[in-house]
């Protein structure tokens, strides 16, 4: 069965601050990874999706690495705003016959103070 | 934002009694799945389809039923609600793994369901 853990469960940072989210996952064999958002009340807005046969993805000041072989995932953040407090999921999709369940981790909360 | 409406938003039942959450999208996707999220279990699935009356289960599905009859529409049915089953409901879709690998989107959530059972 898939695991997937998020480490740190909390993390708070001043404003400007370049941080590093961590996903592992125990099963390699993966068809995606992806990074959610969530606001408190909200739901998911999906940031960045890895395939498996890629090594990273870039939106903006986010940037998601993917080490398959490892079972882990990054998300970095660049410049950290206020604005990038929530929470931080990741899930894995395992494909084929199992494409589209999607295992997620526990989530980061992020509060960037200014 | 992708055509996801979930209804209705909030909700409080009594245990026992039926309840239907509803989920329909304007995507014209071919996947759609209803996870629940709880506190220090994160979102876990519950059922999800692919295709018109086609269902299959996911991680949490005892007590749980959904059906599809059109593609816009993927019904979750708690046949007797118990308070076990309070959380938030969200809805998503996605594409088909072939239509996903060209067009590189990803998978879309609703704004959630609040289900109070007391």
């Known amino acids: 069965k898939q695991e997937v853990t998020q480490i740190p469960a909390a993390l708070s940072v001043p404003e400007g601050e370049n941080l590093v989210l961590n996903c592992s996952f125990t099963d390699s064999a993966i068809y995606n990874l992806q990074w959610f958002r969530q606001d408190p009340g909200k739901g998911l807005t999906s940031l960045l999706l890895?395939?498996?046969?890629?090594r990273e993805q870039t939106s903006g000041r986010l940037n998601a690495s993917l080490d398959k072989s490892s079972g882990r995932s990054t998300l970095y953040i660049a410049a950290s705003q206020p604005g990038d407090s929530a929470t931080y999921l990741c899930a894995v999709n395992a494909g084929g016959t199992s494409y589209g369940k999607l295992t997620f981790g526990q989530g980061t909360i992020l509060t960037v103070h200014p | 934002d992708a055509g996801i409406t979930q209804s209705p938003r909030h909700k409080v039942t009594e245990t026992g009694t039926p309840v239907t959450l509803r989920c329909h999208q304007t995507e014209n996707h071919r996947y759609m799945y209803w996870y629940r999220q709880d506190p220090g279990h994160g979102l876990r699935l519950i059922h999800y389809?692919?295709?018109?009356?086609?269902?299959d289960k996911g991680e949490v599905s005892d007590g749980y039923s959904v059906s599809r009859s059109k593609t816009e529409d993927f019904l979750l049915t708690l046949e007797s609600a118990t308070s076990s089953q309070t959380s938030v409901y969200f809805c998503?879709?996605?594409?088909?793994?072939?239509?996903?690998?060209?067009?590189?989107?990803?998978?879309?959530f609703g704004e959630g369901s609040w289900l109070t059972v007391v």
């Open positions: 998503a879709i996605s594409e088909s793994p072939i239509r996903q690998a060209i067009s590189g989107n990803t998978i879309y």
């Open positions: 389809s692919y295709g018109v009356k086609d269902t």
């Open positions: 890895i395939q498996s046969s890629q």
